[in-house]
């Protein structure tokens, strides 16, 4: 099973070839292939596509799931275990953080994935990353943090000096166009899950 699911690169030539070296994954790139296999599962009745998005996701569950602090670690090695964030990490390298980016995109697949396979599984995961996403990662203001430590708080440099802000800007900053997606996300989330009367997810997803 592990070896279909490393066919998931994120560049590859014209041929086929992995770029690069790709000797990494990342959570976020399998999240596009789950959506787009139970997708494309759903538009043409190709059971092939289920099969590898169901092996995509328990791929996930193994290794790049926390259990302890739940959500999904981002960067995984080729076996899908995480990447663990060394001492000497540069300040402004994203490796071992958890971030909004992959657990919105998550959130999509899993909808994408429970509306074809309603694995009681899915169902869990689905549900945990929406309660991460509303009430974790959307802060107080309404904007989401961009990069969070593995207990989930926020990576954020507000006490540094000015120089150090605008030199780690990419790790945090108000990201408008994630901010909108998320909360189209939440929604239908929220309505996936059968949710009646999700108040607290349309609340927050307005604001």
Do not use: C
């Not at 996930?60 to 981002?74: A, I, V």
């Not at 939440?186 to 927050?204: C, F, K, P, W, Y």
């Amino acid at each position: 099973m592990g070896q279909e699911i490393w066919r998931f690169y994120t560049l590859v030539d014209r041929q086929g070839n992995v770029k690069n070296g790709d000797s990494t994954k990342t959570a976020y790139g399998n999240a596009f292939a789950i959506f787009a296999l139970a997708a494309y599962f759903k538009a043409s009745g190709d059971t092939s596509a289920l099969t590898l998005a169901r092996k995509a996701f328990i791929w996930l569950e193994k290794g790049s799931h926390d259990p302890n602090r739940l959500g999904y670690f981002q960067h995984l090695k080729r076996d899908g275990t995480p990447a663990i964030r060394p001492a000497n990490t540069p300040t402004g390298s994203d490796l071992g953080y958890k971030d909004q980016n992959s657990s919105i995109h998550l959130l999509e697949a899993f909808a994408e994935l429970y509306q074809v396979w309603p694995d009681s599984l899915v169902r869990v995961r689905l549900n945990e990353m929406l309660v991460l996403i509303r009430d974790t990662i959307v802060t107080t203001k309404g904007s989401l943090t961009l990069f969070l430590l593995p207990d989930w708080t926020p990576v954020t440099f507000k006490d540094s000096s000015k120089q150090t802000i605008l030199k780690n800007a990419h790790l945090e900053h108000i990201s408008f166009g994630h901010d909108v997606e998320t909360a189209f996300l939440m929604i239908e989330a929220s309505e996936v899950l059968g949710l009646e009367n999700d108040t607290l997810t349309h609340r927050i997803a307005k604001k």
